[in-house]
């Protein structure tokens, strides 16, 4: 069975500061990965998507993809109130968005 | 970017009763739409994927017969969900894909009495 394990949190950042999200998958032939931002009683939305090894930057926002580590993460430079949320990640093996398997979530929060 | 509805927001009914969840792209088409569902502190579970004029997709241990899925045009899915009990209680959200990007429904939250 496909897996996507993350941290539940709650991971507390002063703001202004950098959050870190990580995220492990267990299926190696995984293509598509993905960061959505769920605020509370919300449906999630897109923040990036990732299909290559290494870095992609998109604002203060940085995903981070080790294909080898079966590791993705997610940076969040100077951290804002309104960025507190819970982050999920999500893994496609088949690519795009079809078959996509999310994990539970980190819940961030940043402290004023 | 792009908008996808749903409705009713929320909906709350009876055990044995049926209940009709409507998912819209408001501004785009889509072929291709996605139902989820979270339960509280959980991760989204896809259900099915839903195709414009063919059967959809169930994913495995979801019975396609307690949720029915209609897709009858490029705007418009709908998920009905049969004999409801109270542990189909659930937050319920669609998504579609336009262009590169899954835009997500706002979702229906179902609670079953």
């Known amino acids: 069975q496909k897996e996507v394990e993350q941290n539940s949190g709650p991971l507390s950042v002063p703001e202004g500061a950098i959050a870190s999200l990580n995220c492990t998958y267990s299926?190696?032939?995984?293509?598509?990965f993905f960061w959505y931002r769920q605020y509370s009683g919300k449906s999630p939305e897109l923040i990036m998507f990732i299909y290559s090894n290494g870095d992609k930057e998109d604002g203060r926002f940085t995903a981070q993809l080790n294909k080898a580590s079966q590791y993705v993460s997610l940076l969040i430079r100077d951290s804002q109130p309104s960025d507190s949320a819970t982050y999920l990640c999500a893994v496609s093996f088949s690519g795009g968005y079809q078959k996509v398997t999310f994990g539970t979530g980190t819940k961030l929060q940043v402290i004023p | 970017g792009a908008v996808v509805s749903q409705h009713p927001s929320w909906v709350i009914c009876k055990s044995g009763t049926s209940v009709k969840i409507e998912c819209r792209s408001l501004d785009f088409q889509a072929t291709t739409m996605f139902w989820y569902r979270q339960f509280p502190k959980q991760s989204l579970m896809l259900m099915a994927t839903s195709n414009e004029g063919s059967k959809a997709t169930y994913e495995q241990g979801v019975e396609k017969d307690k949720f029915l899925i209609n897709h009858a045009s490029l705007t418009l899915s709908t998920l009905t969900v049969t004999s409801a009990h109270p542990e189909d209680s659930s937050f319920y959200i669609c998504?579609?894909?336009?262009?590169?990007?899954?835009?997500f429904g706002p979702g229906t939250r179902l609670t079953v009495t």
């Open positions: 299926d190696r032939g995984s293509q598509s």
């Open positions: 998504s579609a894909i336009d262009g590169d990007e899954q835009y």
